[in-house]
């Protein structure tokens, strides 16, 4: 554990489309590093990176989580600063271990993890490498492949192949060949089911690949699978990962979309999920082989699909820096095992720091 009074630089918002669940998560997390003993052991500075990647120094975080979504440009002082990383904001020098509470590009995809790198200072989660490959969901999947863990079939796209019709009606013909219907088409590197569609003939798998390649130069289409969603944990440095209970998703609707994801009363979640045991061994095991195949640590979550009928299981994907709302699962994994919010982050702070 750092020595008491440890500054933590907790960077939020980001330039993704998933800005806004980063600031409820901020909030949450913020708040636990506040909270009861954290109160001694932390000074918090909370910075704000605006939807154009602008980093803003404690003041504007402040007006960012009040708001509980994205500053406006008119809500911020100008003269704007120029897009992108200028530096940090003032203040900032004092920051010795930094938490990115980022999901999506730009934040849980490497690049703040290389500056956090250049800067020498520890950072709370995974490294550039393992932030890379578990946000392209086409990078991870080869890894996951090469290491022999059970996937659903897929196949890769690019959104050139879109633009001439005769590199389409191949790759069309392909993707039917060695996925076919029904299919999900996904970009590869976005997160929250942003651009994600379902796909039952040719039709709908020309429009979700268009749909797709405004997100994304890089696409995976996959075989849709009937199948429960189940979710584990980990947390802890390289050496000392832990997997948490797994939970299971289960929502009203045909596959867990965006609408679905962040409406409420629309999922439920299971902790643990009702499974024999065997099938929970497994996916506790097959978590710690996902996160070493990457290089991840620190925190991740890592998903699957279970069809009970075949007793088959198959990864769907990892996220390097999970939703961390006070109703996201990761959170809730650990509460399930005794592990408060307040013990979470405190814990987090200090596998940084190992
Ligand atoms: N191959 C598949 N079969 C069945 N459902 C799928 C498949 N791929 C994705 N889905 C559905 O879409 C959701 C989002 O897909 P996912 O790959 O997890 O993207 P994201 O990174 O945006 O969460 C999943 O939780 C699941 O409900
Ligand atoms: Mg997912």
Known sequence: MPSS???VGVVFGGASREHNVSIQSATTVIKALRNGDNANRFKIKPIYIDLDGRWWPEEIANQALKKGYALQEKELPTPLPPHGFNGLPNGTNKVEVWYPVLHGPNGEDGTIQGVFTLMRKPFVGSGVLASATGMDKLAMKAAFSAAGLPQVPYFPAEAKDLTREGDKEKLLKKLELNVGYPCFVKP????SSVGITKALNRKQLI??????????RRIVIEKAVIARELECAVLGGSDSLKTSAVGEIRFDADWYDYETKYSQNSSQALIPAPLPAKVKDR??????QACEIITAKGLARVDFFYKE?????????INTLPGFTSKSMYPMLWEAAGVTLEQLVATLVATATE
């Open 283 to 288: 996916v506790q095991q097959l978590t710690l």
């Open 207 to 216: 429009e979700g690949l268009m749909e797709a390649a405004k997100l994304d």
């Open 309 to 317: 009928e075949t007793d088959e299981l198959w990864i769907n994907e």
């Open 188 to 191: 590869a590197n976005l997160g």
């Open 5 to 7: 009074n440890t500054f």
